[in-house]
């Protein structure tokens, strides 16, 4: 099964910063990672597919990269309403799996 | 508008049984994949189990691989997760979802997702 590393598991940051997230896979799942956001008490809304495609809705601050084993995920410009949990989740292959999340407070 | 409404959690002794029903509406569910996908108490998403539009084939996390079972009734437009010998790590909010992303693919379609229903094992 392929394993997926978030980093960094938490971090703070401010309104107006630039956030990045990554994600790595244990083996190569070309482009087919996505981003979810989760906010306390609510289900995860996706934000990216196939590493860089935005789900329709979602704002162009955030953005997807990469391939293989290594994906970041950006927020160019925190807003007050980012301040969540992030997920990657790998749709290469069966099982689908989650990283562990990385939460973004406020600092 | 598309519904998925979770039910049949609660509390179960370790070794025990319970079925989770999820209800969709809005959409035409014989004609979509589904999952289940469960986050136990303060910690991150655990993806549990597929199952395509027609319950042809059917896929399973390692971690209830043998104990799980999904099913549907396109009938009855309801999804199923039948889960035996539970432990206290099953311990999590359950929640049906119709992920708008396929395996290996790359158009993304709206996601649904249930409220969630909440399993606990403990004895």
């Known amino acids: 099964d392929i394993q997926m590393t978030q980093s960094p598991s938490a971090m703070s940051a401010s309104v107006g910063d630039r956030v990045t997230i990554t994600c790595r896979a244990s083996q190569g799942i070309s482009n087919y990672l996505a981003w979810f956001q989760q906010k306390p008490g609510k289900v995860p809304k996706r934000l990216i597919y196939a590493s860089s495609s935005l789900q329709s809705g979602v704002p162009s601050r955030f953005s997807g990269s990469g391939s293989g084993t290594e994906f970041t995920l950006t927020i160019s410009s925190l807003q007050p309403e980012d301040f969540a949990t992030y997920y990657c989740l790998q749709h290469n292959s069966y099982p689908l799996t989650f990283g562990g999340g990385t939460k973004v407070e406020i600092k | 508008q598309v519904q998925l409404v979770e039910s049949g959690g609660g509390v179960v002794q370790p070794g025990g049984s319970l079925r989770l029903s999820c209800a969709a509406s809005g959409f035409t569910f014989s004609s979509y994949g589904m999952h289940w996908v469960r986050q136990a108490p303060g910690k991150g998403l655990e993806w549990v189990a597929f199952i395509r539009y027609d319950g042809s084939n059917k896929y399973y996390a390692d971690s209830v691989k043998g104990r799980f079972t999904i099913s549907r009734d396109n009938s009855k437009n309801t999804l199923y997760l039948q889960m035996n010998s539970l432990r206290a790590e099953d311990t999590a909010v359950y929640y049906c979802?119709?992920?708008?992303?396929?395996?290996?693919?790359?158009?993304?379609?709206?996601?649904?997702w249930g409220q969630g229903t909440l399993v606990t094992v403990s004895s």
């Open positions: 979802a119709k992920i708008g992303i396929a395996v290996a693919g790359t158009r993304g379609f709206d996601d649904y």
